[in-house]
């Protein structure tokens, strides 16, 4: 709990450690078809009264489903938590997963798989994912695929439920204008009947390895994704010296990737970087959208700037305009009682622990240019490169023709 006294709302959320990468290749996507579940009606109310009941009092209801995480949430005007709280409540312990609502159900995440399937971007990372972690379930998509998606039936989800929905590997997380001692009292009457039902299994070990992939897509542009070995979640001060490595490398308008690639070059539209962290590992990936001519002087120059970032070093002022640029990004993602929530309930679900906005600005400042200059050892390694490239005409492409400039 974080108790915002100045505000007004509420945000409150239920968190599962529970993800695509627990599942197979038989039942992939089923977390995240039971999360769009969860909404379609309980014993006492239809998925329509669920809708009707949080916006009686402006209230918003929302769910996602990551690789390691499944999140069912919740905001409202701090009068109306008792409201969330039986809504959500509700839904998480009564749910009816009858026939009918899992039929429906099943059409809009194939439509959803069709839509992430028409956004070649997203298929440029998954495929980068799946192949580097590849024979691993950290490698398999979020939504699943129309085979699989299409075989599951209602008593897979309520195994499913019995076997990855417990007490023991689950957070409540709630922010805003609270009581404290009150709101122990409602949740534990809530959640009174959670109880375990078995013992959870551990997760396969994910180790990334280098990959090369192509996707053939009738599309204009040519959608590129580089990967590189990351960090795990709770990798400590490294996690702050890599976010520091990332905003100076490809984060943002001043990144220096942002400024060779599109500024400089004008070879690019969209050119960015961020780190993927998951509980055992974590990816380095770069995207770029590009015509299929450029790939190569592309390539050229994201090689080149990573080898630059070697041999034109970040200097100490700019590392120290780098952490206040990092600080004002947390602070102001913080302003809002379901930024709060979303913190303190993914922190606390993946390390066991609360960090405060202190705290990580504390951290943020401790990064010296050591700190820096090790991550980007640990992750700029051309030798242990991976790609992946979606568009037209790709298939023909050869790994050492496509590398061969760089």
Sequence with gaps: MEPIPFVRSVSFGIWVQNGSRDETETNNGIS???????FKGTETRTAKDIADTMDAVGGQLNAFTSKEFTCYMARTLDTHFDVALDVLSDMFFNSSFDEAGIEKERGVILEEINMYEDTPENVA????????????????????????IGSLKRQDFIDFITKRYQ??????????????????????????????????????????????SLREKDIEQIHLCVGFPGLPTGSG????????????FGGGMSSRLFQ?????????????????????TGMFVIYAGLGPQYISEVLHHITDEIRRMFTEKVTADQLAKTREQLKSSVLLGLESTYNRMNSIGSVMLTMDKVVTPDEIIAKIDAVDLDAFYDVCDRIFRLDEMSLSLVGKDVEGLEQNKVLGNI
């Design 32 to 38: 995240h078809f039971l999360e769009h579940l969860y």
């Design 237 to 248: 001060s490294d996690t702050y010296a890599l976010s520091c490595v990332n905003t100076v």
């Design 125 to 148: 990372m998954s495929m980068l994912e799946y192949n580097s972690y590849k024979n691993n379930p950290l490698g398999m998509t979020i939504l699943g695929t129309p085979e699989t």
């Design 167 to 212: 007490p023991s590997n689950t957070v409540i997380a709630i922010a805003g204008n609270i009581n404290e001692d009150e709101i122990i009292g409602k949740i534990t009457a809530a959640f009174s009947r959670f109880e375990t039902k078995g013992s959870l299994k551990p997760i396969t070990p994910a180790v990334y390895q280098p990959s090369f």
């Design 260 to 280: 060779k690639i599109r500024e400089e070059h004008g070879l690019a539209y969209s050119v960015y970087s961020y780190n993927a962290s998951y509980k055992d």
